[in-house]
């Protein structure tokens, strides 16, 4: 069966600073991978998502993520974090069935 | 831009009772889903739904649940009978198809509270 994990369950930073957070998957085969946000009292919006070509992938509000297929790693990064982007973010994947498998999530604040 | 919505936003009820999610999907999306989140815990799948199918389900959606799509802009999720294990979050989510490459667009979630 497809898992996701996500190491870092909290993360806590301050403005500007770089952020990096970690999901590894378990799956063999071909993989579809996803980050969603979750602001708060938002509902789920997705930030960005690989499904082939160029393993870095670019998403909404500077965010990027790297597919590193030897490492089953999909890992969220942004240069530098605002106080805006404080929210809980999942990592998600699809193999070819139509459910997501999500990742327990990560809350980042970021402080002023 | 188009978004998922849900009714109500919070729902109390008691062991036992019956209750009914309300969920709008884009009005376009043929793909129709629903996922819960217990508090604390992760944002799991129940069921996928398509021409008035289901054409996915987990181990959680036993008989106590089914989903219906009563008009052409509903989607229900339905508890026959509530446990306090049922107390969570619970997501619905569309898209246009069904590939593994598509977005499931998210609502903001109905917090159930089994008492």
């Known amino acids: 069966a497809q898992s996701v994990s996500q190491h870092n369950h909290h993360v806590i930073l301050s403005e500007a600073a770089s952020l990096e957070l970690g999901c590894n998957y378990s799956?063999?085969?071909?993989?579809?991978l996803f980050w969603y946000v979750q602001y708060p009292g938002q509902h789920l919006q997705l930030l960005l998502k690989y499904f082939s070509g160029d393993p870095l992938v670019k998403g909404i509000k500077g965010f990027e993520a790297e597919f590193i297929k030897s490492k089953f790693s999909f890992n969220l990064r942004k240069p530098s974090v605002q106080w805006s982007d404080t929210a809980e973010y999942f990592c998600?994947?699809?193999?070819?069935?139509?459910?997501?498998?999500f990742g327990t999530g990560t809350r980042l604040l970021v402080s002023p | 831009e188009p978004e998922v919505t849900q009714t109500p936003s919070h729902q109390v009820t008691q062991m036992g009772q019956e209750v009914i999610l309300r969920c709008v999907p884009i009005s376009n999306h043929l793909y129709f889903y629903w996922y819960r989140q217990i508090l604390g815990q992760k944002v799991e799948f129940l069921v996928s739904f398509y021409n008035n199918e289901i054409s996915e389900k987990s181990e959680i959606f036993d008989d106590q649940f089914s989903v219906e799509r009563p008009d052409g802009s509903n989607f229900t999720l339905k508890i026959r009978s509530t446990k306090l294990e049922d107390s969570a979050m619970y997501f619905c989510?569309?898209?246009?198809?069904?590939?593994?490459?598509?977005?499931?667009?998210f609502g903001p979630g109905t917090r159930l509270t089994v008492l």
């Open positions: 799956y063999g085969g071909t993989v579809n």
């Open positions: 989510a569309s898209s246009e198809e069904a590939l593994s490459t598509d977005t499931q667009y």
């Open positions: 998600a994947v699809k193999s070819g069935f139509q459910k997501l498998v």
